[in-house]
Each structure stands twice: as structure tokens, then as C-alpha cells.
């Protein structure tokens, strides 16, 4: 049982670059988000999704999109990098939404954007 | 707008000792609250969650209190050992569902 898995590990972008972040759990949870962690701050909420085909904005949503077209993924794009999206970014799954029910993270992605 | 303080940057204590880690939170209406876990280069690990209407909740070394009229959650560590050493973040849930997380505090437990 992986859990959530996150690839790649590491990335370093150039301003203007785009890529996808992406993101897999594999324990049929309904709930999936995405979380960016600067330095010494907490974990501020991107987008997340409350099952396949539905995906809403959380507190930092510009710059980065989101699509759900099955349980499993969760993938970010991030359409034109900006040294500003330069953070540790963490996905997240949990088996409902507004429940009382722990979120299973990944191990993080370290972007660099220069 | 809705705000999360945790106690302090940084906690250092004595193994054996107990350690209390504290989450305020104001202008929110949590449904729950978790504690949660985090070493360096990885993401959160849950340690526990509490409800809006429980007061203490417990799990072998650790316990979590919660007072929505002083709008603050407790978290201890009893007996603690330099294993324990990491950052612990809180974080509320309303009731829409969306989770907010403090920014951590970062506990260092000396042997």
C-alpha cells in the first residue's frame, strides 16, 4: 500500500515554464488537495477535490490549475512559473470530505523556480 | 479574517519532561481540530483529532484538550524522548469542510 505518491521530488524551473506536479493515492479516497509550505509557515491550501470531476479553489489558487478525471490523481499545473511558486508542495488525501477523518500526505515537492 | 497562532516558533525541553505545544485560533468556527506531525523534508503525519464538543482526547504518551470559549487547543507530550523532536502543526476544520493550518511549532527534546 503506497499511499499518497508524489513525483517528481525535486524540480527547478525556469520563469515562464510550465510543468505538472503530480499526484496518486491508492486508497480510494474521495477527498484529494493540494498544499504549498514556505519557509517556516504553515501549509496554505491550493485546490482540492471532492471526487472525480469536481475541484474547487482553496486560499491560494492563482497561477496553478487543477483536474480530477479519476479517484487516483490529482495532478497541478502550474501554467507560467514565477519565482513566487518557489515552495515545498504537499498533496494530500483523506476518505471524505467534512469528515472527521485524518488527510494522508505525500512526501513533498521542492520547486525552484529561477 | 480567520487566524491561527501557534505558541512559538520553537520549544526546548529536557527528555522526560512534558511538553505543551498551543494552537489559538480567532474569527473560526471549527468543526475539529488535528495535530499533526511534520520532519524535515517530510510531509504531515496525523497524530490526533478532536471534535468542537470533546474536551481531551487522549493516545498513549499524548493528549489533546480543546476549549472553544478560550478558542485554544493543548497538546501534550508527556515522558517525552528526543525522538519526539519535530515541528507540530494544528489544524481546523469548519464546518464547509476546508482546513487551516498554523504555521508550527518546532519542539526539540535535549537528552
Known amino acids: 500500500n503506497a499511499g499518497v505518491t508524489q513525483t517528481p521530488k525535486f524540480q527547478v524551473l525556469k520563469t515562464g515554464q510550465s510543468m505538472t506536479l503530480q499526484c496518486a493515492q491508492d486508497?480510494?479516497?474521495?477527498?484529494m488537495s493540494w498544499y504549498r509550505q514556505d519557509p517556516g509557515m504553515g501549509l496554505r491550501l491550493i485546490h482540492y477535490s471532492v471526487g472525480a470531476g469536481i475541484t474547487d479553489q482553496g486560499e491560494v489558487p492563482n497561477g496553478y490549475n487543477v483536474s480530477r478525471s479519476t479517484t487516483e490523481d490529482f495532478p497541478l499545473r502550474l501554467l507560467s512559473a514565477a519565482p513566487s511558486q518557489t515552495s515545498v508542495y504537499f498533496c494530500a488525501s483523506s476518505p471524505e470530505f467534512r469528515g472527521a477523518t485524518e488527510a494522508f500526505f505525500g512526501q513533498g515537492t521542492r520547486l525552484t523556480v529561477v | 479574517s480567520q487566524k491561527i497562532e501557534q505558541n512559538s516558533e520553537a520549544l526546548n525541553i529536557q527528555e522526560g519532561k512534558t511538553a505543551t505545544l498551543t494552537c489559538n485560533y480567532t474569527n473560526y468556527s471549527p468543526a475539529y481540530l488535528q495535530w499533526y506531525r511534520q520532519d524535515p523534508g517530510r510531509g504531515p503525519v496525523f497524530l490526533l483529532l478532536i471534535r468542537e464538543n470533546e474536551k481531551e482526547k487522549r493516545k498513549e504518551r499524548l493528549k489533546v484538550t480543546f476549549d472553544t470559549t478560550l478558542k485554544q487547543s493543548l497538546f501534550h507530550i508527556t515522558a517525552s524522548q528526543p525522538a519526539d523532536s519535530a515541528t507540530y502543526l494544528c489544524a481546523l476544520e469548519d464546518n464547509a469542510g476546508k482546513s487551516t493550518f498554523g504555521d508550527g511549532t518546532t519542539l526539540t527534546v535535549k537528552p
Open positions: 486508497m480510494n479516497h474521495e477527498y
